[in-house]
């Protein structure tokens, strides 16, 4: 398995309590993403990352922001979580030309 | 247990048959496709890739056809075993390296 690890692994949290999930690599790969996988939807990209300090928007992006300060780690933080956030999270890596490696996935319940 | 099969289109075939998953994308500058496997509590795994100069490429067992004109991939698999059931995705990542997933389709092995 690729060197990608989520944590927490599982989270319940309070509708308005901020919530950051991290995803760390071992790879040194330049571009990390994450995504959100709700029943019927697939994966939605939330926000990726192409390098330290540079990110973008994806698909479902408002009430997420992330932050990349070193290669290795890329943040997703809900300001205020929203029931409607409830869903598993899935972080995932890549190099140019190549297919991406996800990690295991985060299980977020917002009650 | 995992969801993500929920409300997806369902391909259910005989142990033995071929399979064959559909998937149209949606960015005509997308240069770069790859098909994914997803079981039940983990992440996607990838399977097959193919780039745009490409319209087939052979892995063991599966094929993948692009058809670039009518933005179309599919997934072929011979000789479908009970362990290829799972949710299947398509994926594709244009040069800004954005990396879109399609809808999924759950295939069904019936022994």
């Known amino acids: 398995d690729a060197g990608i690890t989520q944590s927490p692994r599982h989270k319940v949290t309070e509708t308005g309590t901020p919530v950051t999930l991290r995803c760390h690599q071992t790879e040194n790969h330049r571009y990390m993403y994450w995504y959100r996988q709700d029943p019927g939807h697939g994966l939605r990209l939330i926000h990726y990352s192409y390098g330290v300090k540079d990110t973008d928007k994806g698909e479902v992006s408002d009430g997420y922001s992330v932050s990349r300060s070193k290669t290795e780690d890329f943040l997703l933080t809900l300001e205020s979580a929203t029931s409607s956030q409830t869903s598993v999270y899935f972080c995932?890596?890549?190099?140019?030309?190549?297919?991406?490696?996800f990690g295991q996935g985060t299980r977020l319940t917002v009650v | 247990g995992e969801s993500v099969g929920l409300h997806l289109p369902t391909l259910s075939v005989q142990e033995g048959d071929n399979s064959i998953i559909n998937c149209a994308y949606s960015?005509?500058?997308?240069?770069?496709f790859i098909w994914y496997k997803q079981e039940s509590g983990k992440g996607p795994q990838f399977i097959i890739d193919i780039r745009s100069n490409m319209d087939k490429r052979q892995g063991q067992r599966v094929t993948v056809l692009l058809n670039k004109t009518v933005k179309h991939l599919s997934l072929q698999i011979a000789a479908t075993q009970p362990g290829d059931s799972a949710v299947y995705f398509c994926a594709e990542k244009d040069s800004s390296y954005k990396l879109i997933f399609g809808s999924g389709t759950r295939l069904l092995v019936r022994p």
């Open positions: 995932a890596i890549t190099e140019p030309g190549e297919e991406a490696f």
């Open positions: 960015n005509s500058a997308s240069d770069y």
